[in-house]
Every structure is written in C-alpha cells, then in structure tokens.
C-alpha cells in the first residue's frame, strides 16, 4: 500500500502528518535543524565541486537534512568568491549534489530547504542588488520596491531557493545603530508598507520570505546592536509590531526571531510574543526561526546548559536553528522533560509541511541549464529605485547642472569612486568593472566637461595627507561634486563574529553595517577636515552623501551650496545620482529618518509623544537638521481642493467605513516629476498620551508639467484607531487634526472628529 506522505492527491498538511509519525526522535530534531553554514558545505576546484565532510557528517548523523544556509553566499566572512564560490550551472551542481546526497541517506527520501541571505538582494555571485532598504523607504513606492524584490525572487528560485531571508521588520529608532540601513524608516506605517511590498514581491516570483528581525531590535539601548528594547508594551505595538502584521498579511511564511530582549525577555525565548501575538493576534502559520547562535545566547537564562537552552526555544515558539549547538541538544532536552516531544511535533510537521508546498518531494532538483543574468537593462527596478530615492536637502540655485556646459568638475571624496561604498552590507564580490560609481555617472552624463578627481582622504582613516591636493583641484576646477559618507564595505578588511557580524576594534574601514554601532554621527575619519578645505577654496559645492544612516553635519549643510543624499544606492548607484545632479532625473526622495543636529539631540525622530516636548535643551533647538518626510524637487506642486469630511463615527470606524480625504495636486513648474503626498494626524484627546504627529497615508505619483491628478487618501480604525489604556486596539471619540504635506512640506491643515456614536 502506498504511504499517505507519497500521495501528492491529498494536502501538504495531510501529507506532513502522515510522515511525521513515521519519524525517530533524531530525525524529528534533525528535521528542525539549520546547523550549516551552507559556503562550508562544499569546495570548488575550477569546474569540479565535492562536498564537505561536514555536510556528509551533519546529514548521516540525523539521517537527512532540514534546512541548509547560504550555499550559495559569497563574501568576506564566507570567503567565496569568484574563484571560489558558485556562479551559472556550476551553483545547479551543486545544489543537486547536496540534495541527492540528502535523500539518499534519509529513510524517506526527505528533501532539504534551502536559505539564503536576500536583505536588499541576493548574497551571491552575480546576485541582483538593489539599493538598501533606508533608500528604498527614500523612494516612498512601495510599488518599485514590489517590483524589484519580484526580481530578486525570481533569480533565487531559478537557484532553487525556498527561504529569503529579508530585512524588513526592524524600525529605525536610533541612528548610531549600525543596521539603520537594513530598516525601511522611522516610521512604522513607513516601514509595514513596504514590508507587505516586499512580501508581495516574493511571492509574485514564487518565494517564501522569512521577514526578520521579530522585534524591537531597532529601538536598541544606545544604538548597541541586539541591545535591550527598554520599552513598554504599548511603544512596542504602537512602533515595532506594525510592520509584521503587514507581512503576515502579505503572506509572509517565515519569521526570523530577533537578538535583543523585551522587558527582561530575550525575543528568542518570549512565548507571549512568538505565539500569543504572532500567531495568536496576527493570524501567522509559517516557521518561526532563529538568527545565528541566538538559540545559545539564551544560556544567560539557563546557566551555560544547551539543552536548556534549545528546549526554552522551542517551548517559546522557534521552529528551526540557526548554526547555533542548543537545537542539536533537542532529543536530550526531550528525554530530561524540558521539552514535550509534542512540542518538537509541531515545530517538524511546520517544516514538513512547508516542503510538501514547495513540491520538493515531486521535483528535489534543478534543471541544469544556464541562469539568468540581471542587469540594469533587463532589469531596471534597482537603477529606478536609487534614482527615485534621491533626496535632494539643499539647493540655492546650483542644481541641475547642465549636461552640455563645457565646466571643469572636480569630484572629491572617499566615496566619488568606491563600488563596494555603495552597495551597503550584506553584498556579494562583483566582477571586475561591474558598477557605477559616482565618478562614472558623472562623466556619463557631462561628456562636454573635464572631470577630474581625487578622493581627498579614505573613509575612516585620520590621514589627512591628501586634502592638500584635493583642495587644489577644488580651486582649479569651476564646481566641485563632494562625496563624502560612510560605509558597510566588508571588503576593504574586517574580522568576523560566528554570526558573521563584523568585529568592532579589528582594523575597519567600515563605520557601519551589522555590528558597527557609532557613538557619534560625525563623520568619521578626516571628512570634516576634507570639507573645510574644499570650502574655503570658494567653489561651488555640490554636496553628495553616500551613507548607511543619518550623519550630524551642520556645518557642512551650512556652507554647500547644494546637498543631495543617497542611502546606498546600489551598484548603479552612481548613474542615478549624476541623472539627478545633470536635470535628467527630477529628484523625489524624501527623508525616511530624521537628520539630527548632534547625536545628543537623540531621540530625534517625528513621531515622538506630545509629553517629549519638555525635551529641550538650553544649548540646542528641539528641531532636527532636516525633517522626516522632506525632500527638494526641480519643479513645484500645488494641492488644491481639499476635501474632508466633518466627522465620522467610532461605530462606522468598528464596521470597515473609513474618513476619506480628497485633494488635487498640480505641478505648477517646468518639469515632470513625482510629488509625494503624505497625511500626518495628530489626535488630540483620550486615554493615553498621543503623538505628535502619525504619519497614516501616502502617494507618489508622476505629474507632467501642468497636469492635474486627483488623490484620495483614506482614514480607517487602523489608521485612527489607538492602543487604551486597557491595551485594547480602539477607536475613542475626541478631535483629531489632519495635515497634508507634500514631501514633508504642509500644505494643508484640518480637523475631524470621531464622535461616540
């Protein structure tokens, strides 16, 4: 008689059940098992690929394989590259060695799944990028970042990936956290927008996400990677939460747990959280997995005893490991009782399951023929999301340049001419002449000038040797393009972490990037000191900002006659920034984070409590450098008509009907281009302490010059609804004041109310 889980006629979750009884203890734990890092599992010798004793190792022991991580990862902290690693049909090859290997050696031929790092692209050689998530909250389209995590998706299941392991979760409370640029913003109706897109993305290319990282991690204590979220539990529905009930809306299928603790709870061990919230109130029915070797930070709770450890996961809610030894102590945790075996049930029949929907049991290979190549020109998505996330901050007439004027340029900076600067972390080596730098795109688009350039100084160093000669070039030349910022560059020399972060007080030429926390926002190394001299040589100065987070730079804002800023654009990064600089691209970028004036200004981010405005210091204003929301256009909009209605009530809110407001926006210039129209509310009475300002609706759209479009934006109980004092998701009666902005500029201000009826 045929076995149940071979009937490919009945469900995956029937199927997942029958096999599942059919399991030892062993290869139920090593169902739940991600123990390998994946660019281990193999090594390459030209065309010849053999795999690792340690893979063979790891499948006999548990007889099969649950999920295997990053075999196709390349980077520093991997050590792949493109002598090295997995690139066309060499990386088929090896996905199919590694999965025969699998089934043959499990007593029911159980496939493996396959992970892969995917934060803002896939981690791979010839993997697609696209720019950061800080630039893609930037662009404020959803829709783009949709777009081009469709492509992502796409390139990772030709490779046969089931789990993308996507940034999308964290929200940015504090600049000095090295990861800002993993997070979409500041703002969690921001963030949870394009985390739904990204979702979306995926599964429009036939991909399940694992959004990470469940949460809090961007609140942070001082900025400290996987530091304490000291919040409380309002804070943490109100900022942190939105973004995943927006993903698991999506479809999300995966979660990936955070590093940090909750009021004494590390996430990792927080069943309230794990199951109560994300399953219970959210709705999720996907795997809920571990970041690397978190399982084993937990033997804080359980005093250095692995088993414990693994058990207190699982109990919490984990479902599969990460590298980490507590979830290869499972079968011990069961027989000591720390853990039910039922327990270990639920979390193998989520894998099963999940392999029987990924019809790895009717198809386990790949088809062993060549992969598609993403470029800019097959694939525009990432070029269109670094130029729409552009943020022009200052212009005093300077901006555009024009393309055909005959000017000497001069471009200066540590980061004018540095590919890897760009791309942010988490990126793969590129071939050699892949990419745009900035100096390309410039002298793409100014053929008619004499560019020339020097980098004035390197990124962190304090050698100051160079400035001299940039200075001078900034002197010879009719105007000067500034590129000055930071960098995740694990290229340029770093030591790893067994989590694959970067090791703060090793040799870096990195101030950012997972594991790179600042104490300062002052740009590092001699950037400072280059500025001076480029601006007493009394040029004009366009000023370029190439970063993964928000930088202190008064000065510099002060004296540039121009300043433009570009959250790792990505690897055409440098094309769309000189298209914005040359007119070719209208800008439309508005900031996704607050710039501050000084990290002791921190907290600076907008939507603040209306209790912080005690928050003022005698030796500094209260306002930031440059607003959240905001960003410079070449042309001008105009929103007319505005129409909103009086009141609404809190029984219409509770029964789906929603307060619309409706407007005209009209671009009065010269020049086509993306108005950004954003809805700000502001309640003004209830049962807790509201914010300053919520941002609850937004719309970019693309109006030629004269052209009028019509926008609707609308206001439910999601938007006006707020967390009582009963800690119950509510309508309350009271005045709620409305403001219309157009990228962050307000143009409009209303009132409604939502009355008790």
């Known amino acids: 008689m045929k076995e149940k889980f071979r009937d490919s006629t009945l469900s995956p979750k029937e199927r997942a059940k029958d096999l599942l009884g059919r399991l030892t203890l062993r290869e139920k734990v090593g169902q739940v098992n991600q123990k390998l890092y994946g660019f281990n599992s193999y090594t390459r010798d030209g065309e010849n690929i053999e795999l690792a004793d340690s893979f063979r190792q790891e499948v006999e022991k548990w007889g099969g394989l649950g999920v295997l991580y990053g075999l196709y990862r390349a980077d520093p902290w991997a050590n792949k590259d493109y002598s090295t690693g997995l690139t066309g049909t060499a990386a088929i090859r090896a996905y199919n060695l590694a999965q025969k290997y699998v089934l043959d050696h499990s007593r029911f031929q159980i496939p493996m799944l396959m992970s892969t790092e995917c934060p803002h692209g896939h981690q791979a050689l010839d993997g697609y990028l696209l720019p950061v998530n800080l630039a893609m909250g930037a662009a404020w389209n959803p829709a783009l970042v949709e777009d081009g995590f469709t492509v992502v998706g796409r390139q990772i299941r030709e490779m046969g990936v089931d789990l993308a392991l996507i940034s999308m979760l964290d929200v940015l409370r504090d600049p000095r956290w090295g990861r800002s640029e993993e997070c979409y913003g500041e703002d969690p109706y921001l963030c949870a927008q394009n985390a739904a897109a990204a979702i979306r993305g995926c599964v429009r290319a036939g991909v399940d996400a694992v959004s990470k990282h469940f949460c809090a991690q961007g609140e942070t204590t001082g900025g400290v990677n996987a530091s304490a979220a000291r919040i409380g539990e309002r804070e943490l529905r109100e900022i942190h939460l939105p973004p995943m009930a927006a993903a698991a809306k999506a479809g999300a299928k995966g979660v990936m747990a955070a590093y940090n603790e909750i009021d004494g709870i590390p996430c990792h061990a927080n069943a309230w ?436 479009k019509s926008v609707e934006l609308q206001l439910g109980l999601d938007e006006l609804g707020v967390w009582n004092r009963a800690m119950q998701f509510d309508a309350e009666p009271g005045t709620v004041r409305l403001c219309l902005a157009e990228s962050g500029r307000p143009v409009w201000n209303g009132e409604m109310k939502i009355t008790a009826e």
């Not at 200066?412 to 791309?423: E, F, K, R, T, V």
């Not at 390197?458 to 500034?482: K, N, P």
């Open 273 to 708: 959280l794990l199951q109560d919230i994300l399953r219970g109130e959210m709705g999720f029915d996907g795997i809920v997995m571990a970041d690397g070797v978190a399982i084993d930070r937990l033997n804080m709770l359980t005093g250095g005893d692995f088993a414990a450890s693994g058990a207190a996961a699982l109990n919490a809610g984990v479902d599969v490991s990460l590298w980490d030894d507590g979830f290869t102590r499972l079968e011990e945790a069961v027989q000591r009782g720390l853990v039910p075996e039922e327990r270990l049930d639920r979390a193998v029949l989520r894998v099963l399951e999940m392999k029987f929907e990924c019809g790895l049991f009717e198809h386990p290979y790949l088809e062993e023929k060549p992969l598609t190549v993403f470029t800019a020109e097959n694939a525009p998505q990432s070029l269109e999301i670094a130029r729409q996330s552009a943020v022009l901050l200052k212009n005093d007439g300077v901006l555009p340049l024009d393309p055909e004027k005959p000017l000497s340029i001069a471009v200066i900076g540590p980061n004018a001419d540095a590919i890897y600067q760009q791309l942010g972390d988490y990126t793969p080596p590129l071939r050699d002449g892949e990419g745009i730098t900035l100096l390309d795109g410039v002298h793409r688009a100014f053929p008619n000038a004499k560019v020339c350039f020097a980098p004035g100084c390197t990124i962190c160093g304090e050698e100051t040797d160079r400035i001299g000669e940039a200075a001078a070039l900034a002197a010879e030349s009719d105007l000067v393009i500034l590129a000055l910022g930071g960098s995740s560059s694990r290229f340029a020399g770093a030591e790893f972490d067994t989590n694959g972060a970067a090791v703060v007080g090793a040799k870096l030429q990195m101030d950012c990037g997972e594991g790179v926390d600042t104490a300062s926002l002052e740009l590092p190394g001699a950037q400072n000191a280059l500025a001076e001299a480029v601006f007493a040589a009394g040029k004009p100065v366009v000023s370029v900002m190439i970063s993964g987070r928000p930088y202190a730079i008064p000065e510099i804002a002060e004296k540039t006659d121009a300043l433009l800023w570009a959250f790792y654009p990505g690897p055409w990064g440098g094309q769309a920034i000189a298209e914005v600089l040359s007119g070719a691209v209208n800008p439309s970028g508005c900031l996704p984070v607050s710039i501050p004036r000084t990290a002791g200004q921190l907290p600076v981010y907008y939507n603040a409590r209306a209790s912080y405005d005690v928050l003022r210091y005698r030796d500094l204003g209260n306002t930031p450098l440059f607003p959240f929301g905001f960003g410079l256009h070449y042309t001008q909009f105009m929103v007319e008509n505005v129409e909103s209605a009086e009141s609404i009530g809190v029984g219409a809110l509770r029964g789906g009907e929603t307060h619309t407001v409706r407007c005209t926006v009209h671009n009065t210039g010269c020049r086509a281009g993306h108005a950004v129209l954003q809805l700000f509310i502001q309640g003004m009475s209830g049962s807790i302490v509201r914010r300053v300002r919520e941002l609850k609706g937004f719309e970019k759209l693309w109006l030629e010059p004269g052209e009028r």
